[in-house]
């Protein structure tokens, strides 16, 4: 686990240096994801930044790639005020995740007068899972073509807890802040493998090349918990 309030000094000079390197076009900026839910893993998990623009444009891009180029494991969000609403109705369920965790490191906090919309959230939901179902699907059909079966598992843990997370939340229901925690609701509410989850934690954080018989043992774990969400979703949003 990574200690929140550690990060947030550390990330002090990177904030100072896009003000320098931005000015008044650096509108905002904020911390999101494991490390504000508290479940980072030290040395794997991403620093996730929201920076959003007076304007956005190759100038503004330039500056901030001369900002982060030297800085390892740093994932910007870069966006612009002029369409951000429309961006959060785009990509509603990311945003709604931004929205549950985040740290606001520099300007006025962007999500403050900003709307939900739940039913584009489902839909945007679904799409999602879908769409990494089709990729996991891909990724192991290929596998002896592009030998990166293992480092699509370990990259897809994250969207597979978020959004199965997303699922139950859009349900009403509480949801541990902790990827570990969360398993047992996945359990109760998809009938899926828990082990299997747990496995995967376990290999997202010591990932390593995998045979084609090893990748066939992991597919035929993990597919089911994809299907599974996606077969919820159809049995219980009707509209």
């Known amino acids: 686990m990574t200690d929140t309030n550690a990060t947030l000094q550390s990330l002090e000079p990177l904030v100072a240096d896009l003000r320098a390197a931005l000015g008044a076009n650096l509108y905002s ?6 490390i504000v839910r508290g479940n980072a ?11 959003l ?7 503004a891009h330039e ?19 002029a369409g951000f ?19 606001i490191l520099h300007g006025p906090d962007p999500f403050a007068d900003l709307a939900g919309d739940p039913r584009m959230e489902r839909f945007l939901c679904e799409q999602a899972v879908r ?9 192991f059909v290929t596998r002896e073509r592009h030998k990166s079966y ?45 082990a299997a989850l747990r496995d995967l934690l376990a290999y997202k954080a010591a990932p390593s090349a995998l045979s084609s018989g090893q990748a ?5 774990r993990i597919f089911p918990v994809v299907d599974a969400a996606a077969e919820w979703i159809e049995a219980h949003w009707k509209e």
């Open 216 to 220: 066939r043992n992991w597919h035929e």
């Open 29 to 34: 900026c904020a911390l999101y994801g494991s």
């Open 131 to 139: 769409n990494l179902r089709l990729r996991m699907v891909y990724a």
């Open 41 to 51: 893993i030290p040395g794997v998990s991403d620093i996730n930044l929201l920076i």
């Open 85 to 103: 609403a429309r961006s959060a109705r785009a990509f509603a369920p990311k945003f709604a995740s931004i929205r549950r965790n985040y740290k």
């Open 53 to 59: 623009l007076e304007k956005s444009d190759p100038a």
């Open 150 to 194: 293992g480092r699509f598992l370990a990259r897809m843990v994250t969207p597979l807890f978020l959004r199965l997370a997303e699922i139950l939340r859009l349900e009403g229901l509480d949801v541990p802040v902790g990827f570990e925690g969360r398993i047992a609701a996945f359990e109760k509410q998809f009938a899926v493998d828990g």
């Open 63 to 81: 500056a901030i790639a001369s900002v982060l180029g030297p800085r390892r494991g740093i994932d910007p969000f870069i966006l612009g005020r």
